[in-house]
Nanobody, 126 residues
């Protein structure tokens, strides 16, 4: 059974940090590019960051550049998102997704990925 399980979300004050994890099982994790996609309350999905299968190429949405760092450990079948200097607008449910060759303009479309997690809630509030 294929699973992507996110963890590490929670309530944090503005300026704080969180580290999200995405544990993968049931497929060859090291063969897939991975992404983080979030959904703010009452809004649509927004692609946040991606990392290639080897872990040596990363991309970010402009709003998180310099604050978030994506990484992966293929030996542990796990992807991470280190989130620093968090802002209230970072609040939302964060999903991890696995998929290769996802079109640039469809990075926020779940159907374009092979696998999708259940999400973890991140709330940034004082």
């Amino acid at each position: 059974e294929v699973q992507l399980v996110e963890s590490g979300g929670g309530l944090v004050q503005p300026g704080g940090s969180l580290r999200l994890s995405c544990a993968a099982s049931g497929f060859t994790f090291s063969s897939y590019a991975m992404s983080w996609v979030r959904q703010a309350p009452g809004k649509g999905l927004e692609w946040v960051s991606a990392i290639n299968s080897g872990g040596n190429n990363t991309t970010y949405v402009d709003s998180v550049k310099g604050r978030f760092t994506i990484s992966r450990d293929n030996a542990k079948n796990t992807m991470y998102l280190q989130m620093n200097s968090l802002k209230p607008e970072d609040t939302g449910v964060y999903y991890c997704a696995a998929g290769n060759a996802v079109p640039e303009i469809q990075k926020d479309v779940p159907a374009r990925y092979d696998y999708w997690g259940q999400g973890t809630q991140v709330t940034v509030s004082s």
